[in-house]
């Protein structure tokens, strides 16, 4: 069984040397074979674009539009959706028709939290990637190129669903960029980029995949009849990220706490110079921890620990069902069988005579007698209550009562 399923469904046979060959390094090419082309259908379809636009009462920012690289005001295709339903940014068909069929490109945004296959599949694709993912779709009519070459600041993943469309690919200008780093702040350097070889020029046909890591530059221009594809893109944690985190040991270091002098001008390159070799010795004395290992494992688990706080704060755990959670409730019992809720990322915790479980900002404490239970919740298999490790009937009841409730268990 592939351990990374959603991401070998995108980069096929490349998936086992990916991770070291491909991530955050050079683009990957994954064309349909026979018989592929239809292979993202479950995913996404041409039909799926016009229920969203005309039956779903999408409202901004879930769908922007855009006409040679220029974003379209909201109001050119955004009216209020008649009575019982007045707000003013709602999706009007009649105007996107309009938009659309002068040659406006059209952007359905935030995907993985409005159409249910990819809310499932960027989960999962979340969990392969240990980054957190989105998903935005593209539809473009005929011979548009819809935005100028430019970069992007996360890594993209590019589903073609249908139509065809001309990628021109390009090496970075600035390798790596962060999210504050925008191609707008090399525009020349892109442009000038963009004139030259291309590293990848190819058609992309429906079941097509292509990879590309953030700061590549790219553009596509529309071929033939209307074309649709999805783009995800990964916000890729950094090393500048484990650095931001290590850093938090400047509110802990007294030496660098300190207020700088009355009076300092800052203007004066030699006069704050002294004090800048200050903070720099200090700061290294903060960070520096050879043979002290108790010091370099704190912090190392500093930074783990505030990594996966922030991972669940930009990922979605499988959303629950409130209606069908209230019934099992309702008739829990010893037969009743649950699971952990998938994408939790919820670790324990032993704190004297209580055991925490962690995911993200929830944090549930229960007795210290709920761990094996709780280890055996955290596997991941569904179990029947009545299975549950180290607790009574009743107090396996109580426990699981708990976890549905505060949405981290769910029915099976």
Same mark, same amino acid.
């Given at each position: 069984?592939?351990?990374?399923?959603?991401?070998?469904?995108?980069?096929?046979?490349?998936?086992?040397?990916?991770?070291?060959?491909?991530?955050?390094?050079?683009?990957?090419?994954?064309?349909?074979?026979?018989?592929?082309?239809?292979?993202?259908?479950?995913?996404?379809?041409?039909?799926? %674009?016009?229920?969203?636009?005309?039956?779903?009462?999408?409202?901004?920012?879930?769908?922007?539009?855009?006409?040679?690289?220029?974003?379209?005001?909201?109001?050119?295709?955004?009216?209020?959706?008649?009575?019982?339903?007045?707000?003013?940014?709602? %999706?009007?068909?009649?105007?996107?028709?309009?938009?659309?069929?002068?040659? =406006?490109?059209?952007?359905?945004?935030?995907?993985?939290?409005?159409?249910?296959?990819?809310?499932?599949?960027?989960?999962?694709?979340?969990?392969?990637?240990?980054?957190?993912?989105?998903?935005?779709? @593209?539809?473009?009519?005929?011979?548009?190129?819809?935005?100028?070459?430019? @970069?992007?600041?996360?890594? %993209?993943?590019?589903?073609?669903?249908?139509?065809?469309?001309?990628?021109?690919?390009?090496?970075?200008?600035?390798?790596?960029?962060?999210?504050?780093?925008?191609?707008?702040?090399?525009?020349?350097?892109?442009?000038?980029?963009?004139?030259?070889?291309? @590293?990848? /020029?190819?058609?992309?046909?429906?079941?097509?995949?292509?990879?590309?890591?953030?700061?590549?530059?790219?553009?596509?221009?529309?071929?033939?009849?209307?074309?649709?594809?999805?783009?995800?893109?990964? $916000?890729? @944690?950094?090393?500048? /990220?484990?650095?931001?985190?290590?850093?938090?040991?400047?509110?802990?270091?007294?030496?660098?706490? $300190?207020?700088?002098?009355?009076?300092?001008?800052?203007?004066?390159? =030699?006069?704050?110079?002294?004090?800048?070799?200050?903070?720099?010795?200090?700061?290294?004395?903060?960070? $520096?921890?050879?043979? /002290?290992?108790?010091?370099?494992?704190?912090?190392?688990?500093?930074?783990?620990?505030?990594?996966?706080?922030?991972?669940?704060?930009?990922?979605?755990?499988?959303?629950?069902?409130?209606?069908?959670?209230?019934?099992?409730?309702?008739?829990?019992?010893?037969?009743?069988?649950?699971?952990?809720?998938?994408?939790?990322?919820?670790?324990?915790?032993?704190?004297?005579?209580?055991?925490?479980?962690?995911?993200?900002?929830?944090?549930?404490?229960?007795?210290?007698?709920?761990?094996?239970?709780?280890?055996?919740?955290?596997?991941?298999?569904?179990?029947?209550?009545?299975?549950?490790?180290?607790?009574?009937?009743?107090? $396996?009841?109580?426990?699981?009562?708990?976890?549905?409730?505060?949405? %981290?268990?769910?029915?099976?």
């Amino acid at each position: 069984m592939d351990e990374r399923p959603a991401l070998a469904r995108m980069v096929g046979d490349e998936a086992p040397q990916f991770a070291g060959e491909y991530w955050a390094t050079k683009p990957l090419l994954n064309e349909a074979g026979p018989g592929e082309q239809n292979r993202f259908d479950d995913l996404f379809t041409a039909a799926a %674009v016009d229920e969203l636009v005309s039956e779903r009462g999408l409202r901004t920012p879930f769908m922007r539009m855009a006409t040679e690289g220029s974003v379209l005001p909201p109001k050119a295709f955004t009216a209020p959706g008649g009575f019982g339903a007045e707000v003013g940014d709602q %999706v009007s068909s009649e105007k996107v028709l309009a938009e659309f069929a002068a040659g =406006a490109t059209i952007v359905l945004q935030g995907l993985h939290r409005t159409w249910p296959a990819l809310v499932d599949f960027t989960r999962a694709l979340t969990d392969d990637l240990g980054h957190p993912a989105q998903v935005n779709a @593209y539809i473009t009519p005929a011979s548009n190129r819809g935005f100028d070459p430019h @970069y992007d600041v996360h890594d %993209v993943f590019v589903l073609q669903i249908s139509g065809e469309k001309h990628w021109r690919i390009y090496e970075p200008v600035h390798v790596a960029p962060l999210r504050d780093q925008p191609w707008s702040d090399h525009r020349e350097a892109v442009a000038s980029r963009a004139s030259g070889v291309a @590293y990848i /020029d190819q058609v992309l046909r429906p079941g097509d995949a292509l990879y590309l890591p953030r700061g590549w530059i790219h553009s596509a221009e529309a071929l033939g009849g209307t074309t649709v594809h999805l783009t995800i893109g990964v $916000a890729a @944690y950094t090393r500048a /990220d484990v650095a931001s985190t290590l850093l938090s040991v400047i509110g802990e270091t007294e030496a660098l706490r $300190a207020s700088l002098p009355l009076g300092l001008d800052f203007g004066d390159a =030699a006069e704050l110079r002294p004090i800048v070799e200050q903070v720099l010795g200090s700061l290294q004395a903060a960070l $520096a921890v050879p043979g /002290d290992r108790p010091a370099a494992e704190r912090q190392v688990d500093a930074v783990a620990a505030a990594l996966s706080r922030r991972l669940a704060a930009d990922t979605r755990p499988e959303p629950v069902s409130p209606l069908a959670t209230v019934e099992a409730l309702a008739t829990l019992g010893p037969d009743t069988v649950v699971r952990l809720r998938r994408s939790l990322r919820a670790r324990l915790e032993v704190a004297g005579e209580n055991v925490r479980i962690v995911a993200g900002p929830k944090m549930l404490s229960l007795p210290v007698e709920a761990k094996p239970a709780l280890e055996r919740l955290l596997t991941g298999e569904p179990v029947a209550v009545s299975d549950l490790p180290g607790l009574d009937a009743g107090s $396996a009841i109580v426990v699981v009562r708990r976890l549905l409730r505060e949405g %981290v268990a769910v029915p099976a």
